[in-house]
């Protein structure tokens, strides 16, 4: 089947193009840009003005509810809803339930994401196991299962020396680590950012450090470690700076 997208605002990062051009799609894959084959006749004309077209988004923190919390939302209904705002993958943290930490459970996720057949799904396995930030995970063998890189997802790793151990063995095999930097004591019961807003609505703050001296830990860490480190959701402008 031959599909021609007309009209659209391309935006394709790869190769630097930002500009209005028609795309052509034949046998489920873009076959030119800009100008028609030779000989391609659409058997589908999509008008797509004032629309952007563009490779697939990626979401690189989407909390899939399954296992443990499908009353909330089950796999099929959370990858539906990605499609249909453009995101073809998504990387998920492993703060299901039970947790992602041992093979068996990815392998069940990822199972089920291929037979759905609707985007990629990129899991993060637990770095302790349980996420109870004592004892570290096979990250080998979850690895193997199909794990991308490993974190707490928002739970605190409080235990500097774990930590480390973690960061050190990931290291070692080339292993990503994916860390939210919040340090658990200064912002225990926090809701808000510490600011005019959270004292005028009584809300519990957050202040500003206990995000920049979790930051801090997290890089000397990785410094020490030599670990490639993803910081999650960085929320102030101390922490960018």
Known sequence: MNILIKNGRVIDPKNKLDAQ?????SERRIAAIGKAPEGFVADQVIDAKDLIVMPGLTDVAARLREPGYEYRATLESEMSA????????????????????EPGLVEMLKHRARNLNQCRVF????????????????????????CKAFSQADVPLTDTRVL???????????????LRPQDSFLAKNGVAHDGEVATRLGLPPIPVVAE???LSTALQLARETGV????CRVSSGAGVE
């Open 21 to 25: 051009q028609d795309v052509f799609i």
């Open 212 to 214: 920049t001296v979790a």
């Open 82 to 101: 990605a499609v249909a705002g453009g995101v073809t993958s998504l990387s998920c943290p492993p703060d299901t339930d039970p947790p992602l930490d």
């Open 123 to 146: 899991p993060q396995g637990a770095l302790t196991y349980g996420l109870k930030g004592a004892e570290l995970t096979e990250m080998i063998e979850l690895t193997e299962a199909g």
């Open 164 to 178: 480390m151990r973690a960061m050190q063995y990931a290291a070692t095999f080339g292993y990503r680590v994916w």
């Open 228 to 231: 490639t480190l993803h910081i």
